[in-house]
């Protein structure tokens, strides 16, 4: 079948994960393609430089390149909102659609739009970010009225090295945060190979895990028309008794 609905998305430069694995999680559903536009980023930390990486106008260049190819919806597939203000990512999703006449939704507030559909008000949080990034992620979203009740975090700020995170390092820290009973898992970091984890570590630990990358791909076929559901194998997120997605 030729795919008929493109799903497009923003990626850091130096991401080595998101699109692979966009890849595999829409393998199942052969009218939808996905397709990336890069702008730079290299470093996640509080300096003015690594911050100027998110300027909305570098996004919406390649947003543009985005519609180039006319794709059906644009996703913002990166996690800078979740230190940044969610508001970031609300005013750049406007800008995109303003811009370019295409929906615009992003991971972060995907995130946000799974707690509130659950009903989840307690969070556990695992990244690869250095302490200072965590505390303004954990800041933010206890702004929203969610609390983080345990984190890990690997320390890391070059985002290249994200990917460098094995899977039984990421498992340990999803487990270890299960452990103060919170009401979902945030594996927030869209170069940090959690999602081929999900499934399995949901069965283990009876708790839904929701992981940056499958967040964005939720998203994204949901404002193309296309129901989450037909996903399969890759945790709760896309299952039918969790969200009532689009058909």
Known sequence: MQPSVRLGMLTPSSNTTLEPVCAQ?????????VHFARFRVVEISLTDEALGQF?????????ELLADARCDVICWN??????LGLQRDRLLCEAITRRTGIPA??????????FKTKAITRYGLVSPYVPEIQARIVENFNSQGYACVAERHADIRTNYEFASL??????????DVSRAGPGAVAILCTNMRGAPLVEQLERELDVAIYDSVSLAVWASLRAAGISPTRVRGWGRLFDVGHFNGKK
């Open 25 to 33: 999680m829409l393998a199942g559903l052969p009218e939808v393609s």
């Open 55 to 63: 300027d909305i106008a570098v996004q919406l260049s390649a947003a």
């Open 105 to 114: 939704c992003s991971s972060v507030l995907a995130l946000v739009e799974a």
């Open 166 to 175: 094995d899977d039984d390092t990421i498992r340990a820290m999803v487990r």
């Open 78 to 83: 990166g996690t800078s909102a979740s230190w």
